[in-house]
């Protein structure tokens, strides 16, 4: 394994290279670091030369990890079901309580972005024409979320979506009566031993839920050996069953659960994508752990699916 990574890094394949960690049969197997460029969301941090203390932007890795908190709180009975009403959870805006056309939508189309709601993160993080940057820019993100108009029946169909996660960022946050960060810090990453973390604020001085969170390559797999594990009493395990079970196509092979994706084709993994290149893979058939971060921000994920395609040929 170490050679194919090895060869891929001489060979320039992986420009925007920054971290890999893979464990597998629960020890970490393989650490590799790079340089480069790197941003904290949007703000430069210069040329960094990474190491294992080196945090990492993950991007919308951060609504996965979202979503192992949702199970947290749910297991403490300190937020609802995932059956339970959306737009109730946020009670102050009763104009939309109301609304008839918002009637269906619930936790659970939230947490598999299918909330059939107008939303746009095709254009570049950089444009207000991008939904999840205008949430930030908004008055008030919730509200900027709930009030999209309707444009098809919840349910129904994947569309990216930023401002779902947001959401549960809030439920939890109002559910367990503090801030995400600190239920996070003491609720998931403590047990785990992650002590190094940082959570990027968005425009109203919240933690970006979407995609704020810093956290070094090996805690980001010390978080997939988790899911790996079952939860081992740290994460329901009901919940993770529920969190990675196919619940709505993406594409063929491709599906996702709960803020996770799922591949159903002929390698059957579970994971996490963020932009630039920050991936996280859980593969239980051999019990491997993959966690890649990469600075390719906003023009793929070329980088990290070299280094990670090298590892699982191996």
Known sequence: MAEQVDEILRAGKAPYF??????????????????????????????VEFDRDTL????????????????????????????????????EYQDLVADPARAHLTVEHALTMTL???????????SPA???LAMEQAPDRYRYVLERPVIEKAGKRWLYCGGASALLGGIIARGVGKPL?????????????????????GGHGTVSAAAGLRLRPMDLAAIGQLVLDGGRDIVPGAWLQELLRPRVVIDQGFEYGYQWYVSTGESRWAGAIG???????????DELVVAVTAGEYDQGQASAVAVLEAVLDA
């Open 18 to 47: 920054h971290g890999l960690v893979v464990m597998r049969g629960g020890k970490v197997v393989l650490e590799r670091y790079g340089s480069g460029p790197d941003y904290r969301l949007g703000d430069s941090l210069g040329h």
């Open 275 to 285: 932009n630039g290149g920050q991936r996280l893979l859980v593969r239980a058939e």
């Open 116 to 126: 059939g709601l107008e939303w746009n993160e095709d254009a570049p993080y950089t």
């Open 181 to 201: 960060e600190e239920y996070a810090a003491t609720a998931l990453f403590a047990p785990l031993g992650i002590n190094a973390v940082e959570w990027s604020r």
């Open 56 to 91: 990492h932007d993950l991007r919308s890795v951060s609504k996965s990890v979202v979503a192992l908190l949702y199970g947290i709180a749910l297991g403490e009975g300190l937020v609802p079901e995932p059956g339970a009403g959306l737009v109730a959870q946020f009670p």
């Open 130 to 132: 991008n939904s999840e």
